[in-house]
């Protein structure tokens, strides 16, 4: 870290003995270990702290990406379960010639086309609304006969 050699710390040691002297070096290499204590608590602080702060800015992007999800999640529940509109297609009737009187439009001149939902158009769903009212008034029929067996 300091890059100091064993002959620099000799050297060291040699001028701290002869500038506090070997009566008050036990005291000084304690305050020594002391302030060096000192200094490596708050080192450890500080980098608790930071380590603390990193993680905290860590969680912070794990929850901002977490509601994104979520959001995105909540978006598309909404568009499955928002009623979907029936579409409706229309095909215009033919436009009269100069030549021609305008005339009535009959249904077969001007076909009305109705899909609805699940791509079924209206005359798939009269024949299927047609079958089961048939199937209703049968239910309906055999319910009403008490002492006849059912399929009899």
Known sequence: MFEISW????????VTLIFVGPKDLPKFLNTLGRYAGMVRRQAAEFRAQ?????RQ???????????????GIQDAVRETQAPQQPSVTLTPAPQPTPAQPA?????????LQVTLPLGRTADEVKQSAAAQ????????????KPGEPKGA
């Open 7 to 14: 002959s620099e710390l000799l050297i060291l040691a040699v």
């Open 50 to 54: 930071f380590d603390e702060a990193m």
């Open 57 to 71: 800015a860590e969680l912070d992007a794990l929850k901002k990406e977490v509601e994104d999800v979520r959001s």
């Open 103 to 111: 005339a009535v439009p009959t249904p077969e001149a001007a076909p």
């Open 133 to 144: 009212t048939e199937a209703d008034e049968t239910a309906t029929r055999d319910a009403a």
